[in-house]
């Protein structure tokens, strides 16, 4: 979703309450992650949106708000199940490796783009050859790192004056119009699994005739197509006729309504003039508000998605740059409190940077740092020296449910630290992300990632490793980095995790973003459908959604 990859948008929460200063533990569940399936085949919904960083061009889109549209437009080798994330073979007739360096893919035959050609093999590494030339600027092209001769299709100079020495990689080789093989520079234990990703997705020949135009109005193979995008209103999609999966459901079409308050999207739920929310707001996770107003209309799943606060570059907010302030700050947030008193504790703390739904999770990674010591907080803020910047800041998007959980916090962090934090609101998600990446956010940053495929991996090497595009503090560690290289080349899936394990515990040593909490997706719907499901990944899948 995302999202990571996708950056969540966001994290439903309740009103702005006064931070207690006793902690409280304790959680609840709920076992009810979808409607009853059946209904009728056709028709239209509508769900929840959010507006789109960037043009939807599957390799430039790293967040939940464009890549939910993606996910219902594209087809890729791969598509993850929907209740365990499980990989499962789509375009892919089989991937097929003996090293985990050597990978032959033999793709279906049939397969239709919805302006009408078939998709190939040279779509996909046509596809992927674009994401990762350097001149293209694709946020998600160091997915395509691990490819043999992805280094020659990267620009010499920040400002890529100098063009690359190639915009193709050695490693990937059209055989015939149905195969083509994938060669890394070193093994890649889990390479099948990501190719589920949406920067994987293959291109039609007419992206590269005008991919701006594209990203307008992009063409997939999935099981529904772009009929119009109403900038910051709505994005209408519609069932694709030619769609050669299995996963197409029973829709005639999707309409993403884009909505700037989660308040007015819940209502409108309520009122049955909106089918589907990813979102419940602050106003109704009170006391369970939402299971009143949504009786047998509502589910909770734990899903592969953490939210974190990371730290502006030192370069663009020196303040932060001591590890010993950012472990000091970490130490001073309440979790359980602010998780009871926010969202009801529909919420896990966080014990390090990795979800518990993905195979090689180990808890307490963070130590000590992510338990809240209000003297201990206080103890190493002035071991570092104090805080020189004058206030705190957590900046965060005012288009979702976060104004709560950042107040709380920053009151827990005043109350700790004693010194002065401000949450501080910026107007739309597209906006606050755009700051991010242009390096102009000071202070601190609520930061969410939704998994892009269930993988420890992903939950560290696109947000930490030295470069990465979702790296938005600008964290550099070569020892990490090189535990995550040994971590890739691992042929055992318990070595790996074991080696993915010892680069996770570096970064409590650093804390380039501090970890709040695991997620449990919260979801609303009309009296109108039905087969609501909540995937592993915290979104709607349309497959199983249909109008009663």
């Given amino acids: 979703m995302r999202g990571t990859a996708r950056t969540v948008a966001v994290v439903a929460g309740v009103s702005a309450v006064t931070l207690l200063a006793a902690a409280c533990g304790g959680g609840s569940s709920n076992d009810n992650t979808k409607s009853t399936a059946g209904g009728k085949t056709g028709g239209t919904v509508t769900v929840r949106g959010c507006n789109p960083q960037n043009p939807l061009i599957p390799s430039n889109t790293t967040e939940t708000c464009g890549g939910n549209v993606l996910d219902a437009i594209t087809a890729k080798l791969v598509h993850y199940n929907a209740e365990t994330g499980a990989p499962e073979n789509d375009i892919a007739d089989k991937i097929d490796t003996s090293d985990n360096q050597n990978f032959t893919v033999t793709i279906k035959k049939g397969y239709k783009f919805q302006d009408g050609t078939e998709v190939k093999a040279h779509n996909f590494v046509d596809a992927w050859n674009y994401a990762a030339y350097g001149p293209n600027a694709q946020s998600s092209g160091y997915f395509m790192e691990p490819i043999e001769g992805f280094d020659a299709t990267q620009c010499a100079d920040a400002d890529c004056k100098t063009k690359p020495k190639t915009d193709k990689m050695t490693g990937l080789a059209v055989k015939d119009d149905y195969t083509f093989t994938i060669k890394t520079t070193e093994k890649v234990s889990n390479m099948p699994v990501r190719l589920g990703y949406s920067a994987f997705a293959p291109l039609p020949d007419s992206f590269f005739k005008d991919p701006k135009a594209y990203g307008e109005k992009p063409v997939g193979a999935g099981p529904f197509k772009l009929d119009s995008w109403t900038k910051n209103t709505e994005i209408k999609l519609s069932k694709f006729a030619d769609y050669s999966g299995k996963f197409g459901g029973k829709l005639d079409g999707i309409t993403f309504k884009i909505y700037q308050d989660s308040d007015a999207a819940y209502n409108d739920v309520i009122a049955n003039q909106l089918d589907v929310t990813d979102e419940v707001p602050s106003s109704a996770m009170i006391d369970d508000k939402y299971k009143t107003d949504l009786p047998d209309r509502n589910a909770q799943k734990a899903v592969g998605v953490i939210q974190t606060i990371t730290f502006a570059p030192a370069k663009v907010d020196p303040n932060y740059a001591d590890p010993k302030i950012r472990q000091a700050i970490s130490m001073a947030i309440d979790r359980p409190t602010i998780i009871k008193q926010i969202f009801n504790n529909t919420r896990q703390p966080a014990t390090g940077w990795v979800s518990p739904v993905v195979d090689g999770y180990k808890a307490g990674q963070c130590g000590e740092y992510c338990t809240f010591d209000a003297a201990k907080a206080k103890a190493k803020l002035d071991e570092a020296g104090g805080f020189k910047g004058g206030k705190m800041t957590i900046s965060y998007n005012a288009d979702a449910?976060?104004?709560?959980?950042?107040?709380?916090?920053?009151?827990?962090?005043?109350?700790?630290?004693?010194?002065?934090?401000?949450?501080?609101?910026?107007?739309?998600?597209?906006?606050?992300?755009a700051q991010i990446a242009a390096k102009k956010m000071k202070g601190m940053f609520r930061t969410g990632w939704q998994m892009d495929y269930p993988s420890i991996e992903n939950f560290l090497a696109p947000i930490y490793k030295t470069g990465a595009s979702s790296n938005d503090g600008d964290y550099s560690n070569p020892?990490?980095?090189?535990?995550?290289?040994?971590?890739?080349?691992q042929?055992?899936?318990?070595?790996?995790?074991?080696?993915?394990?010892?680069?996770?515990?570096?970064?409590?040593?650093?804390?380039?973003?501090?970890?709040?909490w695991y997620s449990t997706a919260t979801f609303g719907w009309s009296d109108k459908v039905t087969g609501v499901k909540i995937t592993a990944f915290g979104t709607i899948d349309f497959a199983s959604l249909s109008l009663k």
């Fill in 401 to 433: 449910s976060h104004k709560a959980w950042v107040e709380a916090t920053c009151n827990s962090i005043k109350g700790a630290l004693g010194v002065d934090c401000v949450a501080t609101p910026v107007v739309d998600f597209a906006t606050f992300r």
């Fill in 479 to 489: 020892e990490f980095d090189k535990l995550l290289n040994e971590a890739a080349a």
């Fill in 491 to 516: 042929t055992d899936a318990a070595a790996a995790n074991a080696k993915y394990q010892e680069a996770e515990k570096l970064l409590a040593n650093d804390m380039p973003a501090i970890p709040m």
